[in-house]
């Protein structure tokens, strides 16, 4: 349940969809002004695609979707279970975002569209992580879910139910951090142009030091605490 998650969930989810909101104000206004966080869109313009003949467009927004995909299909190799578990593979999910927003960054310096492809890549990472990192309750690469769930609740209050205080506060914390990095990703654009990948980049990387310090911390943490109830004995 959302209201049992720790207050650092709250933490992680908006750096997580800040580095998301700032990719996507990156994409639309370098990645030939399409959103690479979520797919609805790309989806769409395939379907338009399609039906005027443009094939070399067509091959291009599958290979979006497709890239999606298989950052999704890596995420769950590497986590391997939806609960959320100190131990799991996040830090490396988040180092290897890091790793396609970089390599992202130089193919569009370069004027290649695998660009496009590497950017995918890392928001289905990202969007599958955030899954597994939340029992399937938190997406951080877009803010449709989060509106929906947030209107539901607030509905749900409306009619005389208890306000789930909890889960106004996370959405509000989420969509808050996506906005926040769609401002800071625009403002980057204007003065780096796709040199600006480098801040969620940078964002994931730390990210990803900061969960494997927590990690051995707890694990530490833990290890003396056993100790000292074995030396009780």
Not at 87 to 94: S, T, V
Not at 109 to 137: D, E, I, K, P
Request: net charge positive; glycine share 10%; charged share 10%.
């Amino acid at each position: 349940m959302i209201t049992k998650l720790s207050p650092w969930v709250e933490i992680g989810g908006f750096f997580l969809a800040l580095i998301a909101g700032s990719v996507n104000a990156i994409g639309i206004l370098g990645f030939a002004h399409e959103a690479v966080s979520h797919l609805s869109g790309t989806a769409t313009l395939l379907a338009i695609s399609a039906n005027s003949e443009q094939s070399t467009t067509s091959l291009h927004l599958l290979c979006i979707l497709l890239s999606f995909l298989a950052g999704a299909v890596v995420s769950g190799i590497l986590i391997g279970d939806q609960s959320l578990q100190l131990g799991r593979r996040y830090g490396w999910a988040l180092a290897l975002e890091s790793c396609l927003l970089i390599l992202a960054m130089m193919a569009l310096n370069r004027q290649s569209s695998s660009g496009h492809y590497f950017a995918s890549a890392a928001c289905g990472l990202q969007n599958a992580m955030a899954t597994t990192y939340s029992g399937a309750v938190i997406r951080t690469t877009h803010v449709t879910g989060l509106f929906t769930d947030l209107g539901l609740v607030l509905g749900y209050w409306l009619r005389g139910m208890p306000l789930q205080t909890r889960k106004v506060f996370l959405f509000c914390t989420l969509i808050a951090g996506f906005i926040s990095g769609g401002v800071i990703g625009a403002f980057l654009y204007k003065i780096w142009a796709y040199s600006a990948l480098l801040f969620p980049a940078l964002g994931c990387l730390s990210l990803a030091v900061a969960y494997t310090s927590y990690k051995f911390f707890k694990r530490s943490e833990i290890k003396v605490v056993r100790d000292e109830t074995n030396d009780g004995r």
